[in-house]
């Protein structure tokens, strides 16, 4: 099946640094790729729509200066939380679709951003 | 507005049959997924409705009414491994690709 990989698969910052959360289809071109967040015991809350190649659509209420999404490829986008504060700290979720006709989408493993 | 309902937990036996069902409110609706999440652990598809009826993969089945906005997972012959939670999510047709996921069921089952 479809495999999405995230890197890292956890990190710990200090307030006011940047971290950059990898998302990657392997062995698939994903033509768009999502970014999710997720607190304990809770929902997927969309962050923002990326197509390669093109600016990245962000859900209402979501910083797109503090939350930078770039697609550079087909099998590759980025999210930089830029100047990070305790409460960015989550579970951020990419998740990948081929394209075409099917709904389904294929989640990464998710990486653990704790921010100190 | 949009709005999606699910119960929040599920208890049930091993061998037992649950029936997690989510309504939604959601103008341009174009179908219902289902995805199952184990604690840190990604979500994975489990089946998309986008016309009426039943779908049935193995174990589990999703139905969809479209004129009741209203669907259901069935998870039969339950695991110990079925443990986990399971989020409805609905796509739109203007922006057909996204979801937007419930709240989520934590099925718990016990031996």
């Known amino acids: 099946g479809a495999v999405v990989s995230q890197h890292p698969s956890w990190v710990i910052c200090k307030s006011g640094t940047s971290v950059k959360i990898e998302c990657r289809s392997l062995d698939f071109q994903a033509t768009t790729m999502f970014w999710y967040r997720q607190f304990p015991k809770q929902s997927l809350m969309l962050m923002a729509t990326s197509n390669e190649g093109s600016k990245a659509t962000y859900e209402q209420g979501v910083e797109k200066d503090k939350f930078l999404i770039n697609h550079a490829s087909l099998t590759l986008s980025t999210l930089t939380v830029t100047s990070a504060h305790p409460e960015d700290s989550s579970f951020y979720i990419c998740s990948a679709r081929e394209g075409g006709t099917t709904a389904e989408q294929y989640f990464g493993p998710g990486t653990r951003l704790t921010v100190t | 507005g949009q709005s999606l309902e699910q119960p929040s937990e599920v208890t049930a036996v091993e061998g037992a049959i649950v029936q997690i069902n989510c309504t939604y409110q959601?103008?341009?609706?174009?179908?219902l997924s289902w995805y199952q999440q184990h604690d840190g652990g990604a979500p994975t598809f489990l089946s998309y409705?986008?016309?009426?009826g039943l779908e049935e993969t193995g174990r589990f089945s999703s139905f969809l009414s479209r004129s009741d906005s209203y669907g259901y997972l069935l998870l039969q012959e339950l695991q110990m491994k079925d443990s986990a939670s399971y989020f409805c999510?609905?796509?739109?047709?203007?922006?057909?690709?996204?979801?937007?996921f419930g709240a989520g069921t934590q099925v718990v089952v016990t031996p």
């Open positions: 999510a609905v796509s739109r047709s203007d922006s057909w690709g996204k979801l937007q």
């Open positions: 959601t103008s341009g609706f174009y179908g």
């Open positions: 409705n986008a016309l009426d």
